[in-house]
């Protein structure tokens, strides 16, 4: 295995509830390149996932078990959580 530095790094990714169901994983690990951001990120795994893709204006990302916007940065080692929104009564 090579340096994560040289190669950005990975990122885990854990999706909740609709994200899990849409994509069926519980986790990935999602490699960082340097200038990442929260909304690369989401579009990488929307990619990957064409099922989350009805979730992408829907869906919340915490980073680090905050919740993030768009535009922050994603750094080697962080962990990114998707959180659909939930439903209830």
């Known amino acids: 295995m090579g340096d994560p530095s040289s190669d950005g790094g990975q990122v ?3 999706f909740f509830s609709g994200a899990r169901e ?3 994983l519980a986790e990935a690990m ?5 200038g990442m951001r929260i909304g690369d990120l989401l ?3 929307v990619r990957r996932h064409a099922g989350l893709a009805p979730l992408r204006g829907q869906v919340r990302l915490a ?3 905050e919740f993030a916007r768009m535009d922050e940065g994603v750094f080697p080692g962080d962990e990114v959580a998707l ?3 939930v439903s209830g009564g």
């Open 22 to 24: 849409a994509c069926g």
């Open 83 to 85: 959180i659909p929104p």
């Open 63 to 65: 980073r680090n078990g």
């Open 12 to 14: 885990r990714v854990l």
């Open 43 to 45: 579009e990488e795994l």
């Open 30 to 34: 999602v490699a960082c390149p340097s």
